[in-house]
């Protein structure tokens, strides 16, 4: 079954306890992308990648880290968490270059931080 | 950046009534895509409906379609015959032609009255 596959679903952790969650897809997809969802702000993007050791940042990359060694996987990374960064997370990846192909979201990762 | 706007914080409808959510986007790009995804409560993300910028003719899926305005920057959604689940937060979002950013909407939440 074609799925991007994002893990933990829930976390809880305190202030500046280094996490990743992790992210994996089976679709080939070249487009990956991290983003965060706040109630009234919507969806906002903290990285991107249009492929293996290729990322950038989007719109709110501050307090995150991100990788690409394989196609496949996009962890993010948090190196000290803080408060701030409590938030639904949710992964998503897309064929790139085909404008028509809509992102696959993940399940998202509930991320509470105290 | 592009920026996708969604007015109606909140929407309510009466079981098979039909309603309209509205989304408006900013771009100087003659050629994007643009997507309505439906998150229910499962926080699932589920990709309703799409519709290319090059097309005059407005996308349908069953009982959503859209009402696209290209010159008006214009891309709303109708929900015809709603269902109890129905009920969701739907988002709006625009992907570029070029660097295949996706932008999203701020999301309007929709309740079903029965």
């Known amino acids: 079954e074609a799925q991007v596959t994002q893990n933990p679903r829930y976390l809880i952790t305190v202030t500046g306890k280094k996490l990743t969650v992790t992210c994996s897809q089976n679709?080939?997809?070249?487009?990956m992308s991290w983003y965060r969802q706040d109630p009234g702000l919507g969806l906002r993007q903290i990285y991107y990648?249009?492929?293996?050791?290729?990322?950038d940042k989007g719109d709110v990359p501050e307090g995150y880290k991100v990788s690409r060694k394989e196609k496949r996987n996009f962890p993010l990374i948090l190196e000290s968490p803080s408060p701030n960064q409590t938030s639904l997370y949710f992964c998503?990846?897309?064929?790139?270059?085909?404008?028509?192909?809509?992102?696959?979201f993940g399940n998202g990762t509930r991320l509470t931080v105290t | 950046a592009q920026t996708v706007t969604q007015s109606q914080p909140e929407m309510s409808v009466q079981e098979a009534e039909t309603v309209t959510l509205s989304c408006t986007y900013d771009?100087?790009?003659?050629?994007?895509?643009l997507f309505w995804y439906k998150q229910p409560p499962s926080r699932q993300m589920i990709l309703v409906i799409r519709?290319?910028?090059?097309?005059?003719q407005n996308a349908t899926e069953n009982r959503f379609s859209v009402n696209f305005q290209k010159a008006a920057k214009s891309f709303s959604l109708k929900i015809s015959d709603s269902q109890l689940g129905d009920a969701a937060m739907y988002f709006c979002?625009?992907?570029?032609?070029?660097?295949?950013?996706?932008?999203f909407g701020t999301g309007t939440s929709l309740t079903v009255i029965p």
């Open positions: 998503a990846s897309s064929l790139l270059g085909r404008i028509n192909s809509p992102l696959h």
């Open positions: 679709m080939n997809h070249e487009y």
């Open positions: 990648s249009m492929n293996v050791e290729v990322t």
């Open positions: 771009t100087s790009e003659s050629d994007y895509y």
């Open positions: 519709q290319e910028a090059y097309k005059q």
């Open positions: 979002a625009y992907r570029r032609a070029f660097g295949n950013q996706f932008y």
